[in-house]
């Protein structure tokens, strides 16, 4: 019998979206398995690509010459399988329902790391016999992974590593994958450091303290870092100590954990109230008798829904079990994962955008060796390798971020409910303000509803909001960015030591420059758009390709110096509020300030300390912050995301604005909150005015019907793009007649239409629309358009499908 692979190999077309058959050699027959990477030749010449096994089969001589001339696998990458049999099946159904490629479906679930071109070393990170350390390691700790995988005692290398003692380490080409950071050794005996601590003067503090380390340490290294964080022995007595060779300074090489020096306090399950522990039974008896079900928590800004899935989470561990909690773009909630470290201590890994490329690899090989069951992170979390799943949650569930916006165009909401399915396990998605097509599921009974109507604090109550008419302000005379009332309740919570929270809306708000004489606008020369105006560095900017230039000083077009910057960026209101209020602290968070790593962390730790008075930012304030202190929310702009041709737009909104209401009022101290708008009277303004999801979502749901939008319709958008415009016009044309021939007359077909933003990055983009309800020929017609989209390609010609796309414009 001879062994054979099928492999999917890394060539995103139509041709190789289907396995290819090849034969295993002898010396891998023991090794190569489903779910491994190999590295295979394809096509001529000496190419060779990396592959997924999808199947490992026996074949007669027979059986093996019907199937003709077959290739050989050159190498196997993994020394066990990175993907098992429940991602190999997931990622055949994102396959089919985001019409996309296999092999990037694959991809997508494992680290980047993974995906990249790297070098690969077999570790030891254990003890291991000593014959394979001296004639397999030949004395060193680690060998390149080829060298152990032809060696001759494979096998047993393979069980090493099954015991952990032995680890696969990836060194992407010319990046270092190693953290090396600074540390020290002691250099002197401990009766040396005794007798140096007798030399020293009586007030020589810090230098005793470094002595003790030093004998503390005996001939272990310390870094910098640790010393001091754990021992408040600083830099510089260091080097001191190394002036007075008490010891020497080395390299080390840390294991990055992105947590490693916070600190966690432990964390008590509280008391439930009764809707808690309604939701919490419903939720965890599911888990108990292990049957899938989707649940909707949709519980008020406040209601205590994170205590609600932490107890669920318990007791998934309790019986064994793992647990995935989906938050969106967890960077920004700091207060989450410390809530989940704090109950569950090392058992969590964390993995999201912020860490890098090698903190996600080293968090996902934790959840790999089983040393973690708890696994937070953003939308690509959702892949995390868990066996043996307990409980699934989506917090924030309406939030636009759970879906890719990159191919596959995967949803993560989807991606949940199939491997709750899987695991026969509940799902938990969690919101104030769910999605509207959520909430319609759970109003068919497809999701259970699970309310918590109150806030959890039994002191706290929701906030009282009022609306301020900006245009009234403007015919005052006032040009500023606050309104009167606003200012008052500011000084208000400035006399009373209570904390405020501001919120400037930029989307679909933009800063710009314009000639007073002319009108001018900068435009960017490569896409459809004004240039943006950046105050921290003063250069105009493109959001879409880059494009960076100075600030004109006079207008191209007349000549004018009249120059006038418009939109208040959030920069240019600090400062006006720190005219307002002199002596307030200002803590301001956007991109700008967030940028550097760990900044976001520092300014809210420095908020919540109550070392600032005002917290101004962009929409990432509007989330997740707990902060009993802030009586008042302002929202200096409430609609300018109103405006935009998109048929979520009240939805953004609404759910916008009565998020970062939800902010107030969270303590024992009432809360208020003031919303500045131009369309005081627009409903999606009026519902969030009273807090009421459950009116927002009636009105919406009669506009979504009117309009033939989601939930009531299902859509597609294809969009096609290309330098030429009339190219990218004529394809798009030509798709829209294809479908309107394949598909039934009850399907809507919109479109061709040029894309709100025409030209991005000097291509031109064209789109349609399809509404339907059920249209069995479509799955069948949008597999031919990215068949044949291949084709295209080689012409320049981008075409991409997009399931439930989350806008059209
Ligand atoms: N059963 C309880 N008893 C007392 N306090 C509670 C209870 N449950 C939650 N809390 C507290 O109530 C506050 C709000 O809870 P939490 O942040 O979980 O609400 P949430 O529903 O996630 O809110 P949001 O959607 O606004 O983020 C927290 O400070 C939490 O510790
Ligand atoms: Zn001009
Ligand atoms: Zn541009």
Redesign the pocket.
Known sequence: MTKIAQVIVDVPTMQTDTPFTYLIPLSLAETVQTGMRVVVPFGGGNRKVQGFVLQVLEKTEEELTALGQLKTISEVMDLSPVLNGELLDLAEMMKQTTFSFKITCLQTMLPRVMRADYEKWLVIVDEIPEDIYEQVFHCLDEIPFQEAVSSERVGELKKLKRENKLEVRYEVKARNKKKMVQGFRSLLSFEQAEEAKEDLRKTAHKQRKLLALLQQLEDKVCTLVDANKKYQVSRGVIQKGEENGWLELVEVEVKRDPYAYHTFKPSQP????DE?QAACQAITTHIHQQQHKTFLLQ???????????LQGIAEALKLGKTAIMLVPEIALTP?TVH?FKSRFGNQVAVLHSALSEGEKYDEWRKIEKKEAQVVVGARSAIFAPLENIGLIIL??EHETSYKQEDTPRYHARNIAIWRGKYHQCPVVL???TPSLESRARAHKQVYQLLP?TK????K?TLPSVNVVDMREEITKGSMQSFSETLLEKVQHRLDRKEQVVLMLNRRGYSSFVMCRDCGYVLPCPNCDISLTLHMDNLKMKCHYCGHEENIPKECPICQSHKIRYYGTGTQKVEEELQQLFPTASILRMDVDTTRRKGAHERLLKKFGERKADILLGTQMIA????F?NVTLVGVLNADTALNLPDFRASEKTFQLLT?VS??AG?GDKPGEVIIQTFNPTHYAIEYAKNQDYELFYRHEMQMRHLGNYPPYFFTVQIVASHEQEEVAARKSFELVRYLKQQLTPQAIVLGPTPKAILRIKNRYYYQLVIKYKQEPELANALRTILETSQKDYRQGLKITIDIEPNSFI
């Open positions: 509280l008391v439930l109230n808690q519980g008020v800004t406040g209601s205590g829904k994170t205590e609600v899935y207060q809530r917090d924030e969690g919101s104030a918590l806030r959890a604090n039994t706290a989330k997740g912050l707990d009993p998020q939800g902010r969270r």
